[in-house]
């Protein structure tokens, strides 16, 4: 599905620098390295537990920790349309979360869900983290839309659109893989980790935290 998603891109989308995380828990993970990607685009072998989102979003900010923005895309969505990548980094600049519609989701309002959010490389560093911690995969965009609502930090993007899979598509055979499965066997977890760690725990410090470094 990589080659989907690295095949959408167009025009100014390939000027984008695009980092591919990948890890040999993976059995295909050798199958990414044949592929023929855009020449902005570098394969980074994350070596250890890196098997799930939430794991590569952090080994990213590690791996790249004075990036201008860090910006989530899945090999299971692809780009409508070019022209999409470059505006939701000038709008997450340093300090705001942008977003995009993902196809799906747009019913809802952004402060009850924002998919696939661009964070300016100055907020990720002072959060600390780029995904929660204690989050797999689900509930990690959930944490990361709850601080741009409670410190007006969001900025809708949703003329610019990414497609993805929906969930018919997903349970097609050649699509519900042994990834897709193990990711929604942890997933059954995430909202109670959410409250527990993030609502409860780490919510108020990690807002603090930005606040002062948003004045300092």
Same mark, same amino acid.
């Given at each position: 599905?990589?080659?989907?998603?690295?095949?959408?891109? $167009?025009?100014?989308?390939? =000027?984008?620098?695009?980092?591919? *995380? *990948?890890?040999?828990?993976?059995?295909?993970?050798?199958?990414? =390295?044949?592929?023929?990607?855009?020449?902005?685009?570098?394969?980074?072998?994350? !070596?250890?537990?890196?098997?799930?989102?939430?794991?590569?979003?952090?080994?990213?900010? &590690?791996?790249?920790?004075?990036? $201008?923005?860090?910006?989530?895309?899945?090999?299971?969505?692809? =780009?409508?349309?070019?022209?999409?990548?470059?505006? =939701?980094?000038?709008?997450?600049?340093?300090?705001?979360?942008?977003?995009?519609?993902?196809g799906l989701h747009d019913?809802?309002?952004?402060? !009850?869900?924002?998919?696939?959010?661009?964070?300016?490389?100055k907020l990720v560093r002072? *959060?600390?983290?780029?995904?929660? /911690?204690?989050?797999?995969?689900?509930?990690?965009?959930?944490?990361?839309?709850?601080?741009?609502?409670?410190?007006?930090?969001?900025?809708?993007?949703? &003329?610019?659109?990414?497609?993805?899979?929906?969930?018919?598509? +997903?349970?097609? /055979?050649?699509?519900?893989?042994?990834?897709? &499965?193990?990711?929604?066997?942890?997933?059954?977890?995430?909202? !109670?980790?959410?409250?527990?760690?993030?609502?409860?725990?780490? +919510?108020?410090?990690?807002?603090?935290?930005?606040?002062?470094?948003?004045?300092?």
């Amino acid at each position: 599905m990589l080659k989907r998603l690295a095949d959408s891109f $167009k025009g100014s989308d390939l =000027l984008e620098p695009v980092a591919v *995380i *990948i890890c040999p828990q993976d059995p295909t993970w050798r199958e990414y =390295l044949k592929l023929r990607l855009p020449p902005k685009w570098t394969v980074h072998i994350a !070596h250890g537990e890196y098997s799930y989102c939430g794991q590569k979003m952090n080994y990213a900010l &590690q791996r790249f920790p004075n990036a $201008k923005f860090y910006g989530i895309l899945c090999d299971d969505i692809w =780009l409508d349309a070019e022209g999409t990548l470059g505006p =939701l980094r000038e709008a997450a600049g340093d300090w705001k979360i942008s977003f995009p519609s993902d196809g799906l989701h747009d019913d809802q309002k952004p402060e !009850h869900l924002v998919c696939f959010p661009c964070m300016g490389g100055k907020l990720v560093r002072a *959060i600390g983290w780029w995904a929660h /911690p204690s989050l797999l995969h689900n509930c990690i965009d959930s944490v990361i839309t709850d601080i741009g609502v409670k410190l007006d930090l969001l900025v809708n993007m949703r &003329q610019y659109r990414f497609r993805m899979l929906d969930t018919s598509q +997903r349970a097609q /055979p050649e699509n519900w893989d042994e990834t897709y &499965q193990r990711v929604e066997r942890i997933n059954l977890d995430a909202g !109670h980790i959410y409250h527990l760690m993030w609502e409860k725990v780490d +919510r108020e410090p990690t807002l603090n935290r930005i606040k002062a470094a948003m004045t300092s």
